[in-house]
């Protein structure tokens, strides 16, 4: 009887943190977000777009008209990981 065994690893979520806490501004005024987790990635977006300067990065500036709430979308190996935070 043959038989074999074949390993598969299993990614689990990234625990995301979004920082500054709380993440405050002035009407007109920006704040920097940053993105922290460990491990690799593939992609990242955040969005929405409208009031960022990158959308690509671990890092963008947001500059929102109103109370936005922004969603950062890591991704390794095809497996998704999401944080939000309201500026």
């Known amino acids: 009887r043959?038989?074999?065994?074949?390993?598969v690893p299993v990614i689990k979520p990234k625990n995301i943190v979004i920082n500054p806490e709380p993440a405050e501004m002035c009407p007109g005024?920006?704040?920097?977000?940053?993105a922290?987790?460990?491990?690799e990635f593939d992609k990242i977006?955040?969005?929405?777009?409208?009031?960022l300067s990158v959308t690509d990065k671990?890092?963008?500036?947001?500059?929102p008209t109103q109370t936005t709430t922004?969603?950062?979308m890591v991704e390794e190996?095809?497996?998704?990981?999401?944080a939000s935070k309201t500026v």
């Not at 671990?58 to 500059?63: L, Q, S, V, Y």
Request: aromatic share 8%; glycine share 10%.
């Open 2 to 7: 043959d038989s074999a065994a074949i390993l």
């Open 58 to 63: 671990k890092e963008t500036t947001a500059t």
């Open 70 to 72: 922004y969603t950062i």
């Open 77 to 82: 190996k095809g497996c998704p990981s999401s």
């Open 29 to 34: 005024g920006r704040v920097q977000l940053q």
């Open 36 to 39: 922290v987790f460990s491990g």
């Open 45 to 51: 977006e955040w969005t929405p777009a409208t009031g």
